[in-house]
């Protein structure tokens, strides 16, 4: 494996689609996020954007660079089948590839796939009982949240099929022993996820800390989950995961810019 020492790579904004400079930009400015909520792990990791217009093919991180330092031009570009698309002086990470290309080989539907190894997601990950539902936050994940038994590094594409099946048609997964995954059919609704099933992680930590849990009756667990699948602002019209998101560019052209370039 080779040494990786960060650049600025040329734009490659001439060289694609609109559709996908856009979805390059949004997913440096995912990593970038993801940096700044502290989910990241060095340089391992790994967040993946699915280019429109293709089912099998796909953005992923340059292996080497931290998360703050992603931009646009530097995503790499591959397909389902590991060939690297576009020129790039870098590589990739290879467990980060057979855990992204299984999801999109099989989720078509799905534009972005997170894979996240914080200590409350991994420690959640690592709890027999699994996700608890403890408050608001959790009960978005009530009878939608997927379980994957550790098989050890995601080197192996064999276990490709096997993820795919244990995440079935959900959006957001435990992979056991190991941390959590989200998709979802824009880069804002993975992020947003995301947020969402950290934040249950850390909240199960603190309140079994805590003393004797009480947890909802299962009538209002699934009628919480009901109200959290209806997700749009008939007000506005828009997708509270998009107004959600475009708060966050705004923050984060306020804290860390150079994303888009």
């Known amino acids: 494996m080779s040494i990786v020492t960060p650049i600025a790579p040329p734009s490659v904004r001439d060289l694609v689609s609109p559709e996908e400079w856009r979805a390059r930009v949004d997913l440096a400015a995912c990593y970038r996020l993801t940096a700044m909520y502290?989910?990241?792990?060095?340089?391992?990791?790994?967040?993946?954007?699915?280019?429109?217009?293709?089912?099998?093919q796909f953005l992923l991180n340059p292996f080497?660079?931290?998360f703050e330092e992603i931009t646009a031009s530097s995503l790499v570009k591959l397909d389902t089948d590991g060939e690297i698309l576009m020129e790039s002086p870098y590589s990739i990470n290879a467990a980060g590839f057979t855990i992204h290309s299984a999801v999109h080989q099989a989720r078509h539907e799905m534009a972005c796939v997170m894979h996240t190894h914080t200590v409350d997601g991994m420690a959640v990950s690592a709890q027999k009982c699994g996700l608890l539902p403890l408050a608001q936050t959790s009960l978005q994940f009530y009878n939608a949240l997927s379980y994957h038994d550790y098989e050890g590094i995601a080197?192996?594409?064999?276990?490709?099929?096997?993820?795919?099946?244990s995440l079935g048609e959900n959006r957001a997964m435990v992979?056991?022993?190991?941390?959590?995954?989200?998709?979802?059919?824009?880069?804002a609704e993975a992020f947003t996820t995301m947020h969402a099933l950290e934040k249950a992680c850390?909240?199960?930590?603190?309140?079994?800390?805590?003393?004797?849990?009480v947890i909802?009756?299962?009538?209002?667990c699934e009628h919480a989950a009901a109200q959290f699948n209806s997700n749009d602002d008939v007000s506005t019209g828009d997708s509270l995961n998009q107004l959600a998101w475009d708060a966050l560019l705004r923050k984060l052209d306020r804290e860390n810019p150079g994303y888009d370039a």
């Open 216 to 220: 909802p009756s299962k009538e209002v």
């Open 175 to 187: 992979l056991r022993n190991h941390g959590l995954l989200t998709c979802g059919r824009s880069i």
């Open 155 to 165: 080197f192996d594409l064999d276990e490709r099929d096997r993820l795919v099946a």
């Open 64 to 66: 080497g660079l931290m």
């Open 38 to 56: 502290g989910w990241t792990d060095l340089i391992y990791t790994h967040i993946s954007a699915r280019v429109p217009g293709t089912d099998n």
């Open 202 to 213: 850390a909240l199960q930590l603190k309140a079994q800390a805590g003393g004797e849990l």
